[in-house]
């Protein structure tokens, strides 16, 4: 019971201290959300200055400069650690207030102070430790991280050339603010909960936000678009509305992670008193009864002892010696017994995780993707594996030693990480070739993902790490597949990656499909490699 109790308190106070840390996330969170909302206003205003805005634009931009410094003494404040990065907003002030800037010039430096905040949102949301509720605050980074790829398609909006044509880079631009937006809004409608991905829902419907859509798409055609002062001041105004709809639905979306946050914080409180206290009565309570029974058994025997004497004696012979006291191990079994248990969780651990790369191993892998694969089976769900080996590993080991070969695993292993899901299993298949399984996940998404991977390898850049690229082949589950036979088809493809030219991803076509119906999907893979290279 003892240990029992030890336990608990051990464990309580993990729970307890990560719904602290999670309160302490979202407060920060908070404050990074206000600030990033008023640059993104201050860098509204300047962009709409700078392209030459009515009178009073100048007025808006000075009251809107006091409402941005507010906000960061409040960061400043809140968090006294932090190095403020806006060191020179005052010399861009000065610069936009005296016209001695360029439109595109303010925006880029806006842009750049606000990703970095964007980027501390991040962190925050990826910090809070498989808490229940990271997938909320991961969500809400995604809200924010919508509102300014947004707020940047208003910006690019007011840089359209005075003759309404837009060059290919305007069009570029554009193109990919509103793709981001777009795909931040996706990210968050799947990881909030009902009701927030409820309340989105409702304001994408709003006339303000279907406005803005028209805009964007306006935008996004071929046609020259007007771009006279007035539709130029009606564009700001309709973005700015969208914008101020999603900023409402950021607050609320806060609102309410920090709300349960806090709710669940004061439960956990509440339930370690309550079990804490209902332990301790227990332990009392047995101490008591193991102490009189204890004192029962002791006396029993000393009447033993006393017997055996009082018979030894009347036959002539010795006393029969009292026992020798034991030393008591049960304190020390008791301290011992908290340790073996880590001790056999980091066993666990390290059977089942890759040394090196602290991805799983296959023992680890297996474990994992056999309940899934059934999971996947019993409810219908889309479930697809993806196989990828590294190009030419032997030629990096041999030009630049296995110490570098290893650094170039880790890199592999720490890009993954960083952009699976949580659902998602990564492992160490042995040498350079890697398996990813993706729950809820089709085969055309699992593509996506493999080409953004591709990508991610062929662009890494770190210092003592050679370039590296990587072959990859994807299979989705199929109704008589088992964990072998979907790895077997995962591999054929990527057998047919490597034989394809490598640094590609190939996605195996069912049996059913024609040979004229997989050379035609092999053709689109590789066109995309090759639009994904030239990119």
């Known amino acids: 019971m003892l240990v029992l109790l030890l336990l608990h308190f051990r464990i309580s106070a993990a729970d307890l201290g990560r719904n602290a840390e999670l ?21 509204g205003l300047s962009s709409s200055y700078l392209a030459g805005g009515e009178e009073g634009a100048f007025a808006d931009l000075q009251a ?20 403020d990065p806006l060191v020179t907003v005052d010399v861009m002030r000065r610069r936009v207030a005296a016209g001695d800037v360029s439109q595109r010039e303010a925006f880029d430096y806006y842009t750049l102070q606000v990703a970095a905040m964007l980027e501390r949102v991040v962190q925050l949301a990826q910090s809070a430790g498989g808490h229940a509720m990271q997938p909320g605050l991961i969500a809400h980074a995604h809200l924010v991280q919508a509102k300014e790829f947004l707020g940047q398609s208003r910006a690019t909006l007011l840089a359209l050339p005075p003759d309404g044509m837009a060059d290919r880079s305007w069009s570029a631009a554009m193109g990919r603010h509103v ?71 950021e607050r609320y979306s806060l609102a309410d992670l920090q709300e349960k946050a806090v709710a669940a914080q004061s439960a956990g409180q509440l339930a370690a008193m309550l079990e804490r206290a209902g332990l301790l009565l227990v332990s009392g309570l047995l101490v008591y009864l193991a102490l009189t029974s204890l004192r029962q058994v002791l006396s029993a025997l000393e009447t033993a002892l006393m017997a055996a004497r009082r018979a030894a004696r009347s036959l002539g012979d010795a006393a029969v010696p009292a026992p020798a006291r034991q030393h008591d191990e049960v ?6 017994f908290g340790d073996l248990l880590e001790l056999v969780d980091r066993l666990n651990r390290k059977a089942s995780t890759d040394a090196l790369t602290e991805a799983l191993n296959r023992h680890g892998f297996a474990e994992i993707a056999v309940g899934e694969l059934l999971r996947a089976r019993r409810y219908r769900r889309s479930l697809s594996m993806i196989v990828f080996d590294l190009d030419h590993f032997k030629a990096i080991n041999d030009r630049h030693g296995h110490a570098a070969g290893d650094l170039v695993l880790r890199a592999v292993a720490r890009l993954v990480r960083d952009n699976l899901r949580l659902a998602d299993v990564f492992a160490r298949w042995g040498g350079e070739e890697f398996v990813i399984l993706a729950p809820e996940t089709s085969g055309e ?50 057998y047919q990656a490597k034989q394809a030219g490598r640094d590609r991803v190939v996605l195996h ?25 030239t990119s």
Do not use: C
């Open 509 to 533: 076509q069912p049996e059913k499909s024609t040979a004229t119906d997989a050379r035609r999907r092999m053709t689109v893979v590789a066109d995309n490699t090759r639009r994904g290279t």
């Open 23 to 43: 309160v302490e996330l979202l407060r920060q969170t908070g404050h990074f959300s206000r600030t990033i909302h008023e640059l993104q206003r201050e860098r």
């Open 179 to 249: 793709g981001l937006f777009d795909w931040h809004v996706e990210q968050y409608l799947r990881g909030a909960g009902e009701d927030l991905a409820s309340t989105l829902g409702g304001t994408l419907s709003e006339p303000d936000m279907l406005r803005a859509r028209q805009i964007l798409g306006e935008a996004l055609s071929k046609a020259p678009l007007a771009s006279t002062p007035a539709v130029r001041k009606a564009r700001y105004e309709a973005m700015t509305a969208a914008i101020d709809l999603l900023r409402e639905v």
């Open 445 to 494: 998404e699992a593509e996506r993902l493999a080409e953004k991977l591709r990508l991610l390898f062929r662009e890494h850049r770190s210092a003592g790490v050679p370039g590296f690229s990587a072959s990859f082949g994807i299979a989705a589950l199929a109704a008589d597949d088992d964990l072998d036979s979907l790895f077997a088809r995962a591999d054929r493809a990527l």
């Open 64 to 83: 809107q400069y006091a409402a941005t410094d507010f906000k960061l003494r409040e960061l400043q404040a809140a968090l006294p650690e932090r190095k």
């Open 331 to 336: 304190g020390e079994i008791s301290r011992g």
